[in-house]
């Protein structure tokens, strides 16, 4: 795959879809690591109500973007069929926050695959704007089965 690469062929390995699909490309990816960023739009779902008159990402939703490219680290590698499996958090580590994202600001996301075993995979991941930590990780997540709508 040619880096870099957008939601075009993100979508062909992640289940989220707007607006939950926080990923808009991936810059680096090799080996364990890979480096997604995400365009932060004034006009995101998630700035109507939160902080009025403060436009504030929300913390839990830049650990979502953490997430979103440590499922697709795995993904890309190959170590799950995306088709009938995915990736579902089971729990933060280590979790800081230590810097604001704004409007039009782009969120660099840097993930580690750090262990897989059996089903269970351990990340460290973390954020940045413009080089600046916006927050440090430790998560891990399980592989599941998709459910189907009924």
Known sequence: MEL????DIIEKFLPHRRPMLM???VTQYGGNSIVTEIDVRPD???FA???????IMPGV????????????LAALK????????????TGFEKTRFRRFVKPNET?????????VRKHLYKFAGHATVESELVMNLA????????????
């Open 107 to 115: 969120l660099c996301v840097y993930c580690k695959l750090v262990k």
């Open 44 to 46: 995101a779902f998630f």
């Open 139 to 150: 998560f891990s997540a399980a592989l599941t089965a998709k459910t189907t709508e009924q």
């Open 49 to 55: 109500g939160h902080f009025d008159g403060n436009p």
């Open 78 to 89: 190959g170590d799950f069929d995306t088709k009938t499996h995915l990736l579902a958090f």
């Open 4 to 7: 870099p690469f957008g939601q």
């Open 61 to 72: 939703l830049i650990m979502e973007c953490v997430g979103q490219t440590g499922a697709l």
């Open 23 to 25: 990923l808009d490309r």
